[in-house]
């Protein structure tokens, strides 16, 4: 065949092919230059985390911050006919309020991820609440409106129906509701100082180790702990703190001469709380069905019971002691039962003989007394909290054990964790597996719990698989943060990582070789002055290098460091726009219009996709999540075909 007419065949061919492709149905390439740079308005950037507006507000009066998480899960379950926390799961994100309760910033999760469960075990705190993520992307939770809506679903109408045991005095003219809420509650809630809640919080747990009986032993050995002598005449209130326990228990007080031995005979038993359960309570077998409605503050009067006159006083006199009991299970449907029976703060009234409240001074007053009860058996004394507020000053015998002080929560972590997924291939196309590098991540971010700026992170990357045959390293910039916000970088774990110190960024590279060091984990610790957690989110830049330093694959739309190779940009298939930030991206001309060369799986489970198989053929719901430009299919990398 001649030269002029193989030229016309090659012709013909080209004129054939654009017809046949123009009469295609499918979106594909119809001859522009394939590397010419995208606009900004074509890009999909692959991001599988979403940025979501956080505003919460506990409605605090005192000063008092709380830590709170996160879940995308309830973190209850069902243990024992009760809900417990579940140790196991992971929040999605943590960090303090401010003085007054209230929290707002952007956080960023993963993008699958419409309702989350907010959580925290500080008291005053309503816990968990589940929130769904709104329609533009905010996460809303202000207390007080929240405590509304439970009242408007669960109260129900004041009756005198209800019955309680012939044994119980009842304070005059109280009554209470079907869930026990009495009717002669103070105005307002009576909320303790910041320090006073942290110390309940922190000594009167169910957390394993933390236990009463193991830390403190010394409190056990008599009743001086669970006793309140009155030195001088005064009133007294009960103030609600919280309730750990499964029961429904009634809680009450009565008195007796200090200096004698109370007996069963002898007590008179007098209501103060019918059902000490507070709001968030539910059934564990009916996860929306409520049976309290106490909340952290509710206060009630007591009133003395002078048995010589057969009448109730406002206040208690010089010359008493104040004893405490507790009716396991003995709130039913609105009515005061039997239930599991009488336990008594003064230890030789039950019949075990054993202490079963912890009552400690407040080493800052003599005016506020915390007071734990147990209801059955496993003595964490957090079945019932309460504190007694004491009217007027020195009214009390100071003896006793003082609520021990405990520092208020100095700092949060945060854990972000994932996958990193490489195509080694960039600039060219090539089978798009996206398995020649994979990476895990776990990062822990430790907050200021007063500011919320960062000051440590703790990293820790694993290369888990290497499917290519070029010879891969692998490193990460904290490519948002100022070099002089780094104090310190310590890396622990195989030989050959190094910071490199010609970079804009602080920039460190774990490994040269994946091949070397598979399987291996990497910690690297890095001491920051104080920073935004915005600017320094997890996984940062990661990136790998392909046979030499400066040819450099990021995620799309990550810039390269200092030390990679621009010429390589727009050349073969990539179409990156670097002058608006597009990077690292190729026009497609089979299921989907463009492709990435790193993907950020926000999962430490994912499966390892099969090699030389599209990632698209080994998890279907891949295309379906780029056409939609990310709005359907975001939990796709779950789905394995």
């Not at 009716?327 to 054993?354: C, E, P, T, W």
């Not at 202490?355 to 209801?375: C, N, Y």
């Given at each position: 065949m001649n030269r002029k007419k193989m030229k016309q065949n090659v012709v013909m061919f080209l004129i054939s092919a654009l017809v046949l492709s123009s009469c295609t149905d499918k979106d594909v390439y119809q001859g522009e230059q394939k590397n010419t740079p995208l606009n900004p308005s074509e890009v999909f950037d692959f991001n599988l985390m979403q940025q979501v507006k956080v505003n919460v507000d506990y409605g605090f009066t005192n000063d008092y911050f709380i830590v709170f998480d996160l879940y995308s899960q309830n973190p209850m379950k069902e243990e024992n006919d009760s809900w417990v926390k579940d140790e196991l799961l992971s929040p999605i994100y943590s960090a303090s309020t401010d003085k007054k309760g209230k929290f707002s910033g952007t956080i960023q999760i993963p993008s699958d991820i419409t309702e989350v469960w907010l959580y925290s075990d500080y008291l005053g705190a309503i816990s968990p609440v589940k929130i769904n993520i709104s329609a533009n992307g905010e996460i809303s939770y202000n207390q007080t409106e929240y405590i509304a809506l439970l009242q408007t679903k669960t109260r129900g109408t004041t009756s005198n129906g209800y019955t309680h045991l012939d044994d119980w005095k009842l304070l005059p003219g109280v009554d209470w509701n079907l869930y026990g809420l009495p009717s002669n509650l103070e105005a307002g809630l009576s909320v303790p100082p910041a320090d006073v809640l942290y110390s309940i919080k922190d000594t009167y747990t169910g957390k394993s180790g933390k236990k009463i009986t193991d830390l403190h032993p010394e409190w056990l050995n008599n009743n001086t702990t669970s006793e309140i002598k009155v030195v001088k005449e005064t009133e007294l209130s009960l103030v609600f703190i919280n309730s750990s326990a499964s029961w429904n228990n009634t809680v009450g007080y009565f008195t007796y001469p200090t200096g004698t031995i109370p007996t069963v005979n002898t007590i008179q038993k007098i209501l103060a709380f019918p059902n000490a359960s507070p709001i968030g309570k539910a059934i564990a077998s009916q996860p929306g069905v409520r049976v309290g409605e106490l909340l952290?503050?509710?206060?009630?009067?007591?009133?003395?019971?002078?048995?010589?006159?057969?009448?109730?006083?406002?206040?208690?006199?010089?010359?008493?002691?104040?004893?405490?009991?507790?009716?396991?299970?003995?709130?039913?449907?609105?009515?005061?039962?039997?239930?599991?029976?009488?336990?008594?703060?003064?230890?030789?009234?039950?019949?075990?003989?054993?202490?079963?409240?912890?009552?400690?001074?407040?080493?800052?007053?003599?005016?506020?007394?915390?007071?734990?009860?147990?209801?059955?058996?496993?003595?964490?004394?957090?079945?019932?909290?309460?504190?007694?507020?004491?009217?007027?000053?020195?009214?009390?015998?100071?003896?006793?054990?003082?609520?021990?002080?405990?520092?208020?929560?100095?700092?949060?972590?945060?854990?972000?964790?994932?996958?990193?997924?490489?195509?080694?291939?960039?600039?060219a196309q090539e089978d798009y597996d996206m398995n020649d590098v994979m990476v895990t991540y776990q990062s822990t971010l430790y907050k200021n719990v007063l500011s919320n700026k960062v000051y440590q992170i703790i990293d820790e990357f694993t290369p888990v698989h290497s499917g290519g045959t070029h010879t891969c390293g692998f490193g990460y910039q904290l490519h948002n943060l100022a070099p002089d916000r780094v104090r310190s970088i310590e890396v622990s774990g195989p030989d050959g990582w190094r910071l490199e110190t010609d970079q804009s960024h602080a920039t460190i590279i774990l490994f040269d070789n994946i091949k070397n060091v598979l399987n291996q984990k990497f910690t690297v610790t890095i001491e920051l002055a104080d920073v935004d957690v915005n600017q320094v989110t997890p996984p940062y830049n990661p990136f790998i290098f392909v046979n030499n330093r400066n040819r450099e694959v990021h995620l799309v739309n990550y810039a390269p460091t200092n030390k990679a190779d621009m010429s390589l940009f727009n050349t073969m298939d990539d179409v990156s726009n670097t002058g608006a930030g597009i990077y690292y991206i190729a026009r497609y001309q089979e299921e989907v219009d463009m492709m990435p060369f790193a993907i950020n799986l926000p999962t430490l489970s994912f499966d390892v996709p099969t090699e030389r198989v599209k990632i698209y053929d080994t998890y279907p719901g891949f295309i379906n999540w780029v056409k939609s430009g990310g709005t359907s299919n975001k939990d796709w990398y779950k789905k394995k075909k």
């Open positions: 952290c503050g509710h206060e009630v009067k007591l009133k003395y019971w002078n048995e010589a006159e057969q009448q109730f006083e406002d206040k208690f006199p010089a010359g008493v002691s104040v004893g405490w009991c507790l009716q396991g299970m003995g709130f039913n449907n609105g009515n005061i039962v039997k239930g599991m029976g009488i336990r008594h703060s003064y230890s030789s009234l039950n019949s075990d003989n054993a202490q079963r409240v912890v009552a400690l001074r407040d080493g800052s007053t003599d005016q506020i007394v915390a007071i734990g009860f147990e209801d059955n058996v496993d003595f964490d004394y957090c079945d019932a909290t309460f504190y007694l507020k004491i009217a007027e000053a020195n009214a009390i015998d100071p003896g006793g054990p003082s609520l021990p002080p405990v520092d208020p929560p100095s700092n949060v972590t945060t854990t972000y964790s994932g996958t990193l997924a490489y195509e080694d291939q960039w600039p």
